[in-house]
């Protein structure tokens, strides 16, 4: 074993500085490594209740700071200031415990923050993030213990793609002490902007659900995390073609609710340890997905036993909750925040659910169609389903 | 279900700019609408022979662009033209098939470009990625039918923390009609810059694994991707603490080496339908990956068949290399760059395993330390593998 050390010792003299490769092609795998021997600049750093962020940027002629914590998060955001090493700096009070996403501006151009690893996906744009710490974000950092994480593929029939979706087992779940246990599924609907990573990616699904049962606060529970946009075999992050259904037209959204509970639900419940019955299903989504939840709930009654629109974009009749009524329902969890464009729907869903003496939870929350909410949603949702 | 439409119809409004919320928080689950009908900026446009790259830069005085075809893919690259509309541009010779990470760089800050979804990541850095279709690049797009990739969590008493690993499980594992069957497994190594999800990033191996497997040309395999880095619970982006187990010190090596063999081997053999047997076992490592697949090898000559250091970083004596031989190798596949600056060390240990009498193939590529070099290997070497 001895005589490997040599090599070893190379490579370590390479990325330590002793060897140069900065600026070589070589540096591919040695990216990591800080071979200048500069000052370590970092961003963001938070000391409580001070914040700063900061961006090598010699040439530029203005840099601006925009982030979630504004009235206006894209922008124009916040001047930084140039010091004399060419590093541009911003601090600002901590804004309250929540994750927030944030980018500089330099010379009118977006970008993230080269020095932040933590990064978002939302739709096509990547967000650097910013988590302070707090009550509010306790479930949103990495429990002690962590279920699993998979990217599956099924087939559709009925929109004639294989498709990939997300799913999240609790710790546990593959254990062979665990092997006869059959476990609850919530199935987790994104936006129209979204798709199969968008609640593990911006909504901390996993993180949420992690911390909620590690704390005993929710059941292990499996949690299902499709595409909802019918076109979309996947991410647009894989490069794959899309078709033209639009999700924005009816007949789309009803196909694909087909889909979802006719394919998806019965893929999950072959493939995994269910228990296939209404009890141990569970139905959420946001804005578009929201739509789907609601309508899922009306086409297919008899399905699940918890629904949970969130900053939804759907409707429903009184005759269409009467039915849900006579069918069952052991919670329906409706959301919305106060200045959503959609609240108002909200409050037209939850005055028919009242009307038709359908017991459900009304939660309000400040702010509007932003992930801040729908995570405080997943959080507040998740320990009242499967009791 | 008529009624719902209504609600669909108002957000359907507002995506199509009706309502304009542009600027506004609401827009975050909307953020992939083009609001105001601007022209539609591409980039990168592949045109056969011509490449183009566009950057929406109104206020910047210089932008270059550089990529990993330039000879230096860091900087400080070839500058872009500015057009009336504030889109500056750049049309390039498309360079030969191949996977090419690129940046801007605006008023000297480099970046991604905004316009492309498709992004690696390179340890801590995020590069834009631009994909030239042709043979060498065949497998590297999605396949027909996927595998799936998943992020477990498993307990390293030996390192003294719970880790995360990559898995990748070949199309049909889940089917019940496989139910039976068990499958050979890869486990495939990152570098010093690198962690777990490296080789399915930057490394394109659930792509290149899915289309052989499809073409018959790959065994169905699973292929492990583990953290190489001792002292890492998992990839930065999970923001976990880390310990101070420098790679650099043989000792941590060995532990990790260690941990390999008796933690994560007998994981996997616990937990996946998986023959145990070193005719089923393969290691492959790239840089420090590839001194760990050395020291895996001569630390534990009964464990693996098959085995394939990268443009490794190790070594390995006369004696150990004849321990080895004893213990019996189906395939040890050798590979570097004849430009990387660890191609010496290669030829050492080709010397070695010549003078020993143990059958090997010896692949040299053209080009240096690069991924483009291991994405090539793992496209040539898994097809010898369990055969």
Redesign the interface.
């Known amino acids: 074993?001895k005589?490997?050390?040599?090599?070893?010792?190379?490579?370590?003299a390479?990325?330590?500085g002793v060897?140069s490769?900065?600026?070589?092609?070589?540096?591919?795998?040695?990216?990591?490594?800080n071979f200048s021997g500069a000052r370590k600049i970092v961003s963001p750093e938070i000391n409580s209740d001070k914040t700063t962020f900061r961006?090598?940027?010699?040439?530029?002629?203005?840099v601006n700071l925009v982030g979630?914590w504004m009235?206006?998060?894209?922008?124009p955001g916040v001047p930084m200031t140039k010091g004399n090493d060419g590093v541009w700096e911003l601090t600002i009070d901590t804004p309250s415990p929540e994750i927030y996403f944030y980018s500089f501006i330099?010379?009118?151009?977006?970008?993230?923050d080269?020095l932040n690893?933590?990064?978002q996906r939302?739709?096509?744009?990547?967000l650097s993030m910013l988590?302070v710490p707090g009550e509010r974000t306790e479930n949103y950092?990495?429990a002690?213990?962590?279920g699993?994480?998979?990217?599956?593929?099924y087939n559709s029939p009925i929109l004639g793609i294989?498709r990939?979706l997300t799913v999240y087992t609790p710790?546990g779940y593959?254990d062979?002490a665990n092997r006869n246990r059959k476990y609850p599924v919530l199935y987790l609907l994104h936006?129209?902007?979204?798709d199969e990573e968008a609640w593990t990616s911006m909504g901390r699904a996993a993180q949420i659900l992690d911390n909620l049962i590690e704390k005993g606060q929710a059941v292990p529970m499996i949690v299902v995390m499709p595409n909802g946009n019918p076109g979309q075999m996947a991410a647009?992050?894989?490069?794959?073609p899309e078709s033209e259904l639009d999700w924005?037209v009816?007949e789309n959204?009803?196909r694909y609710v087909s889909s979802l509970c006719e394919e998806i639900v019965p893929f999950i419940e072959?493939?995994y340890r269910v228990a296939a019955k209404p009890s141990s299903r569970a139905i959420a989504g946001?804005?578009?997905g929201g739509?789907h939840t609601?309508?899922a709930s009306?086409?297919y009654p008899e399905m699940f036993d918890y629904i949970c629109p969130l900053s939804a974009?759907?409707?429903?009749?009184p005759e269409q909750v009467a039915a849900l009524k006579k069918a069952g329902v052991k919670l329906y969890f409706l959301a919305c925040g106060t200045t959503?464009?959609?609240y108002d729907?909200s409050v037209k869903l939850d005055a028919v659910l009242t009307e038709q003496g359908l017991d459900h939870v009304f939660y309000k929350s400040d702010?509007?169609?932003?992930?801040s909410n729908w995570r405080l949603y997943l959080n507040t949702f998740a320990p009242m389903l499967f009791k």
């Open positions: 074993m005589k490997s050390l040599s090599v070893i010792a190379m490579l370590a390479v990325v330590t060897v490769l900065e600026g070589r092609a070589e540096a591919q795998e040695l990216s990591n490594f961006l090598q940027a010699n040439y530029a002629t203005i979630a009235d206006n998060p894209w922008g330099v010379d009118g151009v977006v970008m993230g080269p690893v933590m990064v939302d739709g096509t744009r990547y988590i950092y990495e002690k213990r962590h699993t994480v998979s990217y599956r593929w294989d990939r710790y593959e062979s936006g129209a902007g979204g647009k992050t894989l490069g794959l924005r009816l959204r009803t072959k493939n946001l804005s578009m739509g609601i309508a009306l086409m974009a759907g409707e429903a009749t959503d464009f959609l729907t702010g509007g169609h932003v992930w």
